[in-house]
């Protein structure tokens, strides 16, 4: 059994799943341990839960490789959780993890957005950084909007809070040259969402895994802590 946990990043994973990945809400505290309980042969993380619930716990993750279940991790949680675990075996994918990976990405917040309801289908309320970031990166390459709005848009976009940012107050709070109008119209058609492509190459990656590979790396030992006992033996959903 494959289980992907999915949320605002790619709302459209049940149907693009099928019946190949069981597809859950975005992963909070516990539901790794449960899936590896329910007999998860390879568990997929994508987007997670942090601000009103506790967040994917990396012990838990540790736990499902030494359990030899696979672990991927992209686009959001995923990329974090697979930045911080991969040297363990968990596996990441996509441009964001390699940025969080390598260390030109720092920020946990640069991948959270506001967004509404699982019932609405997660509709973005803010733009997330990445997504931010990799539509200037292609209009630079495109050489679509001058150098010296693409450093005031950037600027502008990173010092939002991430509920609050959008191409529209980024537009208003970057001192562009060009026109503010144009430039938000542009942005707006030309937006890359980053989040979606890693997310949907991750569902690749899921579907194609073959239970044989191994999912620990390295010579290391889980250690069930107090506190792992502690939380392992409370009833997870």
């Known amino acids: 059994m494959k289980i992907l946990f999915a949320g605002p990043s790619l709302p459209d994973a ?3 799943c099928g019946d190949t990945i069981a597809v859950r809400p ?14 998860a042969t390879a568990i ?7 601000e009103h619930v506790a967040p994917v716990w990396h012990k838990e993750i540790l736990h499902a490789l030494e359990q030899g279940t696979a672990v991927f991790g992209a686009a959001s949680m995923g990329a974090l959780r ?14 964001i993890y390699e ?10 917040a640069d991948v959270a957005l506001l967004h509404g309801p699982a019932e609405l289908g997660y509709p973005a309320l803010s733009l997330p950084l990445v997504n931010a ?3 200037l990166d292609q209009l630079e390459r495109e050489e ?15 010092g939002l809070f991430y509920k609050e940012r959008t191409w529209l107050t980024i537009v208003e709070r970057a001192e562009t040259a060009s026109d503010r109008a144009v430039l938000l119209q542009l942005l707006l058609a030309a937006t890359v969402d980053q989040k979606r492509a890693d997310a949907l190459a991750l569902v690749h990656a899921l579907a194609g895994f073959d239970a044989k590979t191994p999912a620990k790396r390295g010579n290391w030992t889980f250690r069930a802590t107090s506190l792992w006992r502690a939380v392992a033996n409370q009833p997870v959903a």
Do not use: Q
């Open 26 to 39: 975005p992963a909070a505290h516990g539901d790794v341990l449960a899936a590896v309980r329910a007999g």
């Open 133 to 135: 970031d990799a539509t």
């Open 14 to 16: 049940a149907a693009l």
């Open 44 to 50: 997929g993380i994508i987007d997670g839960n942090f």
């Open 99 to 108: 940025d969080y990976a390598s260390g030109r990405r720092m920020d946990d």
């Open 82 to 95: 697979a930045a911080e675990c991969d040297t363990f075996g968990m596996v990441g994918i996509g441009r």
């Open 144 to 158: 679509a909007i001058e150098k010296y709005d693409i450093l005031k848009l950037r600027s502008a976009a990173a």
